[in-house]
Structures are given as structure tokens and as C-alpha cells.
């Protein structure tokens, strides 16, 4: 069936180190790539999302890079602070109301 | 806008007990679901809304009803709560179905016991 790898489950970096998390779909048609990031205690919240049209999307010390033919994508997270430090989803989405999570990425920011 | 809303936050349930887990937004959102949120497992969609009076099954909707009066409110019935169903739950809601932001409310952290 449809799933979403996401790797690591948790990641550890120092303060001002950037952080990788990736992402692996098997569903070739999926065509909407959104992070979310949750805080101890909230729901869920959208940090930046990617469609399968472009290859990489920035916002200030976040980005998305999409490799369509791999069927991979990743979160990168520059110059780290500790707040941060949360639980981070991928999901991917063929556009339609299913959306396929990954399992998360525990992320502490070491002051 | 106070956005995505659930209440209660926290409820214990004995096995075979009903409850009601209220769900509502302000954002006048025509599509909203439901998720449970289980450890090493993600957030798994259990039912979902396209507007008021349409709602159709998810993933993993068994044990579970909804229905969809009004655009604001979604909210999800436990029919006989089973230990299977010790869960965090967060209720969605977006513009649109699909490559739509998604918001989530603060979820309700359910035990059955």
C-alpha cells in the first residue's frame, strides 16, 4: 500500500547546526509535499510545502528540496535555535483528501 | 479568529462507554476531518467532510460515526469505546480538498480503559 518513510525518528544538533530530515514515498502519483511541525501538547502546523512542479522551495532558514524520479524529499533547517526543537511530519498527497504521514522526526536543539 | 477548536482536551472512558469529541472552526472551511495521532504511527485519517451534510470514511474508521450539520462543526462519536481506541485525536480543516493547508486544533488526548 501507500506509505511515507521518514528518517530519522530523532535527531539531535547544537544550536546554530543545521538539521536534515528526509522522506521517501512510494505513491509515484502524489503531487503535494507539506512538513508540519508540532509542538509538546498542539496540533500539528504547517511549516512549508512543496508541489511536484518545482524541485525546491525556500522560506527564511527552511527549505524543501524534491527529487520526483527518487520519489524522495527532505526539510532542511538552518542555523538551528532551540525553539526549534519539536516533532517534525512529512506527508504526501495526490491532491485529493488522502494524505499519507510519515511516522516523525523528534528534533532537540542543544543549547 | 480563534481557528480550530476541540473540546475536551483530555477524557478517560471505560470500555463500552460513548462520548462525543466536538470539533469546530471558524474559518468557514468547507472540508474537515478527523485524525488519530498513535505512537510510531503518524496522524491516520478517520473520517472526512467536503461541505455540510457530506462525510465519507478515511483510513481507519471503524468504531467511529460523524456527521456535518453545519460548516463549523464536525464533531466525532465514539459508539463503544474499545482500549484500541486510546488515542490522541485532532480534527483538520482547510479551504479546499487536497494541496491545501491543513488546520489542526489542539487535539484531545483520549484513554479507554
Known amino acids: 500500500g501507500e506509505n511515507v518513510e521518514q528518517h530519522p525518528s530523532t535527531l539531535s544538533v547544537q544550536e546554530g547546526d543545521s538539521a536534515v530530515i528526509k522522506c521517501t514515498y512510494s505513491?509515484?502519483?502524489?503531487?503535494?509535499f507539506p512538513w508540519y511541525k508540532q509542538e509538546l501538547g498542539k496540533g500539528p502546523q504547517l511549516i512549508i510545502d512543496?508541489?511536484?512542479?518545482?524541485g525546491e522551495k525556500k522560506d527564511q532558514r527552511i527549505a524543501v528540496t524534491l527529487n520526483k524520479t527518487a520519489k524522495h524529499f527532505s526539510l532542511h533547517i538552518t542555523e538551528t535555535q532551540p525553539e526549534d526543537s519539536a516533532v517534525y511530519f512529512c506527508?504526501?498527497?495526490?491532491?485529493?483528501?488522502?494524505?499519507?504521514f510519515g511516522t516523525g522526526t523528534r528534533l532537540k536543539v542543544l543549547a | 479568529n480563534a481557528g480550530v477548536t476541540q473540546t475536551p482536551k483530555f477524557q478517560v472512558l471505560k470500555t463500552g462507554q460513548s462520548m462525543t469529541l466536538q470539533c469546530a472552526q471558524d474559518m468557514n472551511h468547507e472540508y474537515m476531518s478527523w485524525y488519530r495521532q498513535d505512537p510510531g504511527m503518524g496522524l491516520r485519517l478517520i473520517h472526512y467532510?467536503?461541505?455540510?451534510?457530506?462525510?465519507d470514511q478515511g483510513e481507519v474508521p471503524n468504531g467511529y460515526n460523524v456527521s456535518r450539520s453545519t460548516t463549523e462543526d464536525f464533531p466525532l462519536r465514539l459508539l463503544s469505546a474499545a482500549p484500541s481506541q486510546t488515542s490522541v485525536y485532532f480534527c483538520?480543516?482547510?479551504?479546499?480538498?487536497?494541496?491545501?493547508?491543513?488546520?489542526f486544533g489542539p487535539g484531545t488526548r483520549l484513554t479507554v480503559t
Open positions: 506527508a504526501a498527497s495526490r491532491g485529493t483528501y488522502k494524505y499519507i
Open positions: 467532510s467536503v461541505g455540510a451534510g457530506i462525510t
Open positions: 512543496i508541489r511536484s512542479n518545482v
Open positions: 505513491d509515484s502519483a502524489s503531487n503535494y
Open positions: 483538520a480543516s482547510s479551504y479546499g480538498v487536497g494541496g491545501q493547508e491543513q488546520y
